[in-house]
Nanobody, 119 residues
Framework: QVQLVESGGGLVQAGGSLRLSCAAS????????MGWFRQAPGKEREFVAA???????RYAESVKGRFTISRDNAKNTVYLQMNSLKPEDTAVYYC?????????????WGQGTQVTVSS
């Protein structure tokens, strides 16, 4: 079955950067669309970014220009480079994978990694 393992979260000051990684297994990675979502305390999970197998990307308005999603098919890994972090970016970040559907629909999820941005 598909397994997704996120890493790279942590505590960072506002204005700082982090790079999240998501290692995937149990799938033909190069054929999957990959996404990042986040969930802040007391809020619903929200879309952050996605990248298709052909490396078309899409971002939430709140992260455009600050976050970059990329993938390395040789390593079965998707990344989320987060720059100019703000306290409102604090959340658990989840990696997701799917083969069909829209940028916002996924059927495989990781366990999440915590990102905390201090002011």
């Amino acid at each position: 079955q598909v397994q997704l393992v996120e890493s790279g979260g942590g505590l960072v000051q506002a204005g700082g950067s982090l790079r999240l990684s998501c290692a995937a297994s149990g799938l033909t990675f190069s054929t999957y669309r990959m996404g990042w979502f986040r969930q802040a305390p007391g809020k619903e999970r929200e879309f952050v970014a996605a990248i298709t197998w052909s490396e078309i990307t899409r971002y939430a308005e709140s992260v455009k220009g600050r976050f970059t999603i990329s993938r390395d098919n040789a390593k079965n890994t998707v990344y989320l480079q987060m720059n100019s972090l703000k306290p409102e970016d604090t959340a658990v970040y989840y990696c997701a994978a799917d083969r069909v559907g829209s940028f916002y629909e996924y059927d495989s999820w990781g366990q999440g990694t915590q990102v905390t941005v201090s002011s």
